[in-house]
């Protein structure tokens, strides 16, 4: 199957075509309100050789992450799906770095961190063994953690690692998601279901804002 990958996450973006789990051609772009997402595909399209009626999936990172990146993405994703019926599929950012570490070739229980802001972070933990299972296995769900609870989190890890800064303010490594490993997830994900739901964006915290009043106007 040839897939489509894209990722908007983190600082560091990525496109790619894949032909089942092998990457065929990726670029990276900077992050920014104006990433060049459709350009970026044509140019991969080019240097494959393919028209964009060859691509048969399309995988994305859900987050959490860049809201503007990942919003970016799943647009792309969803507007090809209306204008060509393509199946899309979305992981989440944790599973995809969780995934390039295991790649990477690091091995044992890695904590990942991603920036949620207000001083807090989210904290996936995964057990990285390729002997037993071929991508890293979950310990503990996604969850929103101050600072002091990663610290006792970290104390069991054997790798600390994430897609922005967080993961090095603790002595960690900076590890965004790679095309590669994003394909591989949508490979071994099988078929996508017809009735499958739209994407959402992956936030843990409830959105509320308040309704600025209409502006005053003084006589």
């Given amino acids: 199957m040839m897939t489509l ?3 908007g996450s983190a600082a560091v973006r990525t496109v790619a075509l ?3 789990g092998e990457v065929l051609a990726s670029t990276i772009l900077a992050g920014g309100r104006s990433t060049p997402w459709f350009r970026s595909i044509d140019e991969l399209l ?12 399309l995988a994305v990172t859900l987050g959490p992450g860049s809201y503007t990146g990942i919003r970016g993405t799943l647009a792309v994703a969803q507007g090809w799906q209306l204008a060509r019926g393509t199946d899309v599929i ?8 969780a995934l390039t570490a295991l790649e990477t070739g ?18 996936s933990e995964f057990d990285l063994d390729p002997g037993r299972h071929p991508v890293p296995q979950p310990l503990q769900p996604l969850r929103i953690a101050s600072r002091v609870e ?20 603790f002595g960690g490594t900076t590890l965004p ?9 949508a490979h071994l994900h099988g ?12 936030y843990l915290r409830a959105t509320t804002f308040v309704k600025a009043p209409p502006s005053r106007v003084v006589p």
């Fill in 191 to 202: 078929p996508v279901a017809t009735n499958r739901p739209h994407l959402e964006p992956i």
């Fill in 90 to 97: 979305g992981f989440g950012t944790a599973e995809a770095c």
């Fill in 46 to 57: 080019q240097q494959a050789g393919l028209e964009r009626t060859a691509i048969q999936r």
């Fill in 106 to 123: 690091w091995r044992g229980r890695l904590v990942l961190l991603i920036d949620a802001q207000r001083g807090e972070y989210y904290v």
């Fill in 177 to 185: 998601p790679a095309a590669s490993a994003l394909a591989k997830l």
């Fill in 5 to 7: 990958t894209l990722d």
């Fill in 18 to 20: 894949a032909r089942g």
């Fill in 150 to 169: 990663v610290e006792a989190v970290l104390t069991s890890a054997v790798h600390c690692a994430g897609p922005d800064d967080a993961a090095r303010s």
